[in-house]
């Protein structure tokens, strides 16, 4: 099995809707795109990528939104060196289709009191629905690692929640491990690493923002 070196994830840059949360009321979500400072936000990002990639071939993963194709054309990556594929199970959490703003705050209110990972936003999904369909394309990730001459280096372009979920899904993390979490900001990557013992790490830690709180012992 072609495990890659570098497995590197990154969320999309600043979006309309990061900045305007009426939008959501005209525009689809999946439409939404970077902002000029996004745009900003991902081409310095994608300065450190191209860095740290050099002159390896990568196979890319982008979620289907605007947003995130925008974030990784901004990364402006050798063209020879990259293969690239849309996964629709990298997009963003569903919160159903056209949203009303004063609903939407009033159901995020819900989901900070209810969990996170369990609410599930009317017409929408919960944290769990999303873990699930990470969760598939992990599996899907795991299979294309067979090829022998799988490249050194997987990156996935996608939404803060999703790379949360992801690894929690890789690392085996419990809910309450995920429910202290905060996202990462516009076009930050975290990259799992692979050590000389064939295990993946972290290379930094995603910020808290409570203490775990388990409902049992693990592991």
């Known amino acids: 099995m072609a495990r890659p070196r570098r497995i590197v994830l990154v969320r999309h840059g600043e979006s309309i809707g990061n900045v305007d949360d009426t939008v959501y009321e005209r525009e689809p979500d999946h439409a ?24 390896e071939r990568i196979s890319v993963y982008v979620s289907p939104y605007r947003r995130t194709h925008e974030t990784l054309r901004a990364f402006r990556l050798d063209p020879d060196l990259i293969r690239i594929r849309e996964e629709p199970r990298l997009r963003e959490q569903d919160w159903g289709n056209w949203q009303d703003r004063d609903d939407v705050r009033l159901q ?11 609410y599930r936003f009317a017409q929408g999904e919960s944290g769990a629905d999303v873990y699930d369909r990470v969760g598939g394309f992990l599996e899907s990730l795991f299979r294309s690692f067979e090829d022998p001459d799988h490249p050194p280096n997987v990156l996935l372009v996608t939404h803060g929640l999703a790379m949360r979920l992801f690894c929690m899904r890789w690392f085996h993390w419990t809910v309450a491990e995920f429910e202290s979490l905060a996202n990462p900001g516009n076009a930050e990557m975290r990259m799992l690493v692979l050590g000389a013992d064939g295990k993946y790490s972290l290379d930094r830690p995603f910020e808290r923002w409570r203490d775990p709180e388990p409902y049992g012992i693990t592991g």
């Open 32 to 55: 939404l795109a970077l902002t000029d400072r996004g745009r900003a936000q991902a081409g310095e990002t994608g300065e450190g990528l191209r860095e740290v990639f050099g002159s």
């Open 108 to 118: 995020k209110a819900y989901r900070d009191a209810y969990g996170h990972f369990f």
